[in-house]
C-alpha cells in the first residue's frame, strides 16, 4: 500500500543531476546568523517600545518571556514577528507595551540585566505581530567541505537560479521526531491532543505536509517551472493574486519573475484555483481520505503559498573553514530548503518562521 501524502519522506532536489558539497551545518551559533527584514522601522512616537536585539543560546519565547518579567509585564503582552532558533545569532525586534523608561534607558536595562546587545530602541504606535516583517537575511558559514566545493556549489547556484527553488516547508516544521503530520491527521479525525495550541500545532504540520506532497508531485511531473492552466497566481510586486487560465499567456511572466504560483494549504476558506490546476489538488485530499466537511470541522481557515521563489542576493564565498552563503528569503520560508541542494543531504539548522 502506498503512502498517504501526510506520510511521505523527504521532499526532492531540485538540483537532482549535480553533486553535493557535504560539510557541517551549525557547528557554532555564530555559523548561522538570521536577521529580520522588517516590514516597517518604528516611527518614533507611540505607546510600545521597540527594541532590536542580537542574542545567541535562547529561543524567540523564552527571550521574550524574560523580557516580560523584567519589565514587569503578562507574557502575551510582548510582541514578535517570528521565531528564531536557540542555535543560531539571531537579530530580531520585540515590542513592549511601556510608556516609561526613556528608550535609551530600557536598552541598557535590558542588555545589563538579559546579556543581548540591544542595536536599537524607538516607539510606535502598534504591537509587534506575527508576520510583520518581509522576510529574513542569513549569513551561514558551512564547515567541513571538500575541496573544490566551491566550484561544486556555485554550479548548484546557478542551476537554483535558472530554475527557481521549490518553497517546501523544512523538516523543523514536522517536529523532532517527524511525526507531527501524522498526529495532526489523527487530530484531524477527532483523536488528537485537547489543549488547543498543540492541537493547531500538528494540524498546521499535517497542512504543511500536504502542501510538500502536492510540489513534489508537480516537480516530479516537471510542471515546476511552467504554469499549469488554471493556477493560481501570485504578483511578485503588490502580491495580487489572480488565476491563469491561459497559462501559456502568462508563462513569459513567470520566466521573467514578475509572478509566480501558489499551492494549497487546506482548509475550509481556502481559495481554490481553476481545472485543470484544482484536479492536482483534490487528488491529494482524495488520497488522505478527507473531504470539505472534515475540512470545516476542523477549524482549518486554509490559505495558499507561494510554491517557487526566487532567491535574493545569494552568494558564496570560501573562508579558511569552510564556504559562507548569503541570501535572502521571504517569511516563511526555509534556508534548510536551500542548504540541503547545496549539502545534498538532510541539514539540520536553524530555522525563523
Known amino acids: 500500500m502506498s503512502p498517504l501524502p501526510s506520510e511521505m519522506g523527504p521532499p526532492p532536489f531540485i538540483t537532482p543531476e549535480l553533486p553535493g558539497v557535504g560539510g557541517e551545518l551549525k557547528a557554532e551559533p555564530a555559523h548561522f546568523v538570521v536577521e529580520e527584514i522588517p516590514l516597517y522601522l518604528p516611527e518614533g512616537v507611540g505607546p510600545h517600545l521597540h527594541l532590536r536585539i542580537s542574542r545567541e543560546g535562547m529561543t524567540t519565547r523564552a527571550l521574550a518571556d524574560r523580557l516580560a518579567w523584567l519589565f514587569d509585564l503578562p507574557p502575551r503582552d510582548v510582541g514578535f514577528a517570528g521565531l528564531k532558533d536557540k542555535q ?15 528608550p535609551q534607558e530600557a536598552a541598557r536595562k535590558v542588555a545589563q540585566e538579559l546579556e543581548v546587545e540591544v542595536l536599537d530602541a524607538a516607539r510606535h504606535q502598534n504591537k509587534l505581530r506575527t508576520g510583520h516583517l518581509l522576510g529574513n537575511r542569513f549569513t551561514i558559514l558551512l564547515t567541513g567541505v571538500g575541496e573544490g566545493a566551491l566550484a561544486t556549489a556555485q554550479a548548484v547556484a546557478a542551476a537554483v537560479a535558472e530554475r527557481g527553488l521549490p518553497n517546501f516547508y523544512g523538516s523543523q ?3 523532532r521526531e517527524g511525526d507531527n ?3 495532526g491527521r489523527r487530530a484531524l479525525g477527532g483523536r488528537g491532543p485537547r489543549d488547543k495550541w498543540l492541537r493547531k500545532l500538528l494540524l498546521n504540520a499535517w497542512q504543511s505536509a500536504l502542501f510538500n506532497a502536492w510540489l513534489a508531485r508537480r516537480i516530479e511531473r516537471g510542471d515546476f517551472a511552467r504554469l499549469v492552466g488554471g493556477d493560481l497566481a501570485k504578483k511578485t510586486d503588490t502580491g495580487g493574486m489572480f488565476t491563469t487560465d491561459d497559462a501559456a499567456l502568462e508563462q513569459p511572466r513567470l520566466d521573467a519573475g514578475q509572478i509566480t504560483y501558489t499551492g494549497p494549504m487546506f482548509g475550509k476558506k481556502m481559495r481554490w484555483p481553476n481545472e485543470p490546476a484544482a484536479a492536482y489538488e483534490r487528488e491529494i485530499l482524495e ?32 573562508s579558511p573553514e569552510g564556504l559562507v552563503f548569503g541570501f535572502s528569503l521571504p517569511k516563511g520560508s526555509y534556508a534548510t530548503v536551500l542548504m540541503r541542494e547545496f549539502m545534498k543531504s538532510e541539514a539540520e539548522l536553524p530555522e525563523s518562521d
Do not use: N, Y
Not at 88 to 102: D, I, M, Y
Open 88 to 102: 543560531a545569532r539571531a537579530v530580531q525586534s520585540f515590542s513592549l507595551p511601556l510608556e516609561s523608561p526613556a
Open 287 to 318: 488520497e488522505e481520505e478527507v473531504d470539505q466537511a472534515t475540512l470545516k470541522k476542523s477549524g482549518l481557515m486554509g490559505s495558499r503559498r507561494v510554491a517557487r521563489l526566487s532567491v535574493e542576493g545569494l552568494s558564496i564565498a570560501e
Open 173 to 175: 516544521r514536522f517536529g
Open 181 to 183: 503530520a501524522l498526529q
